[in-house]
């Protein structure tokens, strides 16, 4: 039933209601009941329902977790950084969470992943219909996920996030600033979208697939403008002050090379506060 005929406020589920998790529950609780699951249901934002449950143990799922949801948003990041943390998080923990949500009719679940699942180095264009061949472990089990939810009997969307960057996550620009950064050039494309802007993706879609509106299965979810490392570094070090790059410094990227193209998600209304790399760091450096 679309949002507009509901005689009730939808029910979302944040799956995951950490830094971004939180982020995307905070903007949808103006238009939703929006309950918060996490391990410690203190930590989430206020005026989002707290939900204690750990999704690698069945049984406080099924205690926990709320009925009559309208949408679920999943949004985990790994325990730990090895085969079985990425597994546990994108895997093991939504199929539990699926097991215990079977019989709910969810209008959507928004599945967040990452587009470390390509693997392309070439410089080359990549959208949805590029093909995804994770190179590592981690990618792998992100796709995994993929596949889970979208097996999952229920309509499902996957969004494929770039870097993501922002107030709350500097370590790119801490590293500029302290000279640990002098990339070779020409430095490999890179692909980033500021944290707003993500959790408003989100936001974005939820609304529309609470609405009734239609949902493309796939997103990729990145600014409008890859830039070469080496052009970011050099634009950060022209508007604050930098120290000299230091003996030990990072020379080269680390996802390969290549070219994220945003325009389904243009393609479906929304807009973007950051379209490039230069309003996010503007903002980031005027606010240090």
Request: charged fraction near 25%.
């Amino acid at each position: 039933m679309a949002m507009t005929e509901r005689t009730n406020t939808p029910r979302i589920l944040v799956a995951g209601c950490g830094k971004l998790g939180g982020a995307i529950a905070s903007l949808l609780s103006d238009s939703a009941t929006v309950f918060g699951l996490r391990r410690n249901p203190a930590q989430v934002p206020a005026g989002i329902q707290g939900v204690k449950a750990d999704l690698m143990a069945p049984e406080s799922l099924e205690k926990a977790v709320p009925e009559n949801l309208d949408l679920i948003v999943y949004c985990l990041t790994p325990a730990s950084y090895d085969e079985q943390g990425y597994q546990d998080a994108y895997v093991n923990g939504l199929s539990n969470l699926l097991d215990v949500v079977k019989g709910q009719p969810l209008a959507r679940l928004v599945f967040i992943s990452s587009t470390s699942v390509y693997s392309q180095d070439d410089d080359s264009w990549l959208d949805e219909t590029s093909p995804a061949q994770p190179g590592r472990f981690s990618g792998e089990q992100i796709l995994a996920g993929e596949r889970t939810a979208l097996d999952s009997g229920h309509p499902a969307t996957i969004v494929r996030f770039s870097g993501i960057y922002g107030p709350t996550r500097q370590r790119f620009l801490d590293e500029v600033i302290a000279g640990r950064m002098a990339p070779k050039k020409p430095a490999p494309f890179t692909n980033r979208i500021h944290e707003d802007d993500a959790a408003r993706v989100i936001q974005h879609l939820a609304l529309k697939a609470l609405a009734g509106e239609p949902l493309e299965a796939l997103y990729v979810a990145s600014d409008s403008e890859p830039v070469r490392l080496d052009e970011v570094v050099e634009w950060v070090q022209a508007h604050i002050e930098c120290a000299s790059p230091v003996e030990d410094a990072r020379t080269g990227g680390r996802a390969g090379s290549k070219r994220c193209r945003n325009q389904r998600l243009l393609e479906s209304g929304f807009e973007f506060r950051f379209p490039d790399f230069r309003a996010g760091y503007r903002a980031m450096i005027a606010g240090r």
